[in-house]
């Protein structure tokens, strides 16, 4: 395993660990797009981990709203939580 090292890496990482969660039958439900604001939302994704990851100012805006939302209809209980976390 190699260090992430740019946003190609973020890119990739990400777009491995979704690909898991989706075909996860308990947290598909949970993590999974809506069809609608996938594109949107998956770069969304990138440039919240590359900013965090190197400053780069590349996300704006706050993640709780979307997430408070999507807990609503779609809650992430503590079994479905540690799931998730298994996938790291």
């Known amino acids: ?3 992430i090292e740019n946003r190609e890496d973020v890119v990739k990482l990400v777009d491995t660990f979704y690909g898991n ?3 996860d039958e308990k947290l ?3 993590f999974g797009p809506s069809a609608e604001h996938w594109d949107e ?3 969304r994704v990138y440039n919240f981990w ?3 990851l190197f400053q780069t100012g590349s996300y ?3 993640m ?3 997430h408070l939302e999507r807990h609503a209809t779609h809650p992430l209980t503590t079994e479905l939580f540690e799931r998730w976390l298994a996938y790291g």
């Open 28 to 30: 598909a439900p949970v």
């Open 41 to 43: 939302h998956i770069v």
């Open 64 to 66: 709780m709203w979307v």
């Open 21 to 23: 969660i989706l075909k």
């Open 1 to 3: 395993m190699k260090d």
């Open 50 to 52: 590359e900013n965090w």
């Open 60 to 62: 704006t805006g706050g």
